[in-house]
């Protein structure tokens, strides 16, 4: 029995890939997967498909696509700070747990 992972990023979060590849590449989180740690980001890690027409309209060939990338591979990108940072978490005065950014204090979470 697998238990999902909690993940620092969320979906249309703009993060920075911190290595690999695709390293220096910023991008918007399309989809989060929790139960295996991954993300996909727009532009980051392009594959080829090729893909057969499944109907009479759909046409077929090769198209290029996303595939998930480790999460442990991306920080999230302040708009404070313009610079790839770690976060924290703070609790507000209403009780609600907002994400902040370790390096200025700014919120992740509006």
Do not use: W
Not at 17 to 45: H, N
Not at 81 to 97: A, F, H, M, N
């Amino acid at each position: 029995m697998t238990t999902a992972k909690k993940l620092h990023v969320r979906h249309d979060d703009v993060v920075v890939v911190i290595s690999g590849t695709d390293k220096g590449k910023k991008g918007k989180v399309l989809s989060a997967y929790p139960k295996t740690g991954r993300v996909v980001v727009e532009g980051v890690r392009m594959v080829t498909k090729h893909q057969k027409p499944r109907n009479a309209g759909a046409p077929g060939g090769i198209i290029h696509k996303e595939a998930p990338i480790d999460a442990s591979k991306v920080l999230l990108l302040c708009s404070s700070c313009s610079r790839p940072v770690r976060q924290g978490y703070k609790i507000l005065e209403d009780g609600t747990k907002v994400r902040v950014c370790k390096r200025c204090g700014a919120s992740f979470d509006n």
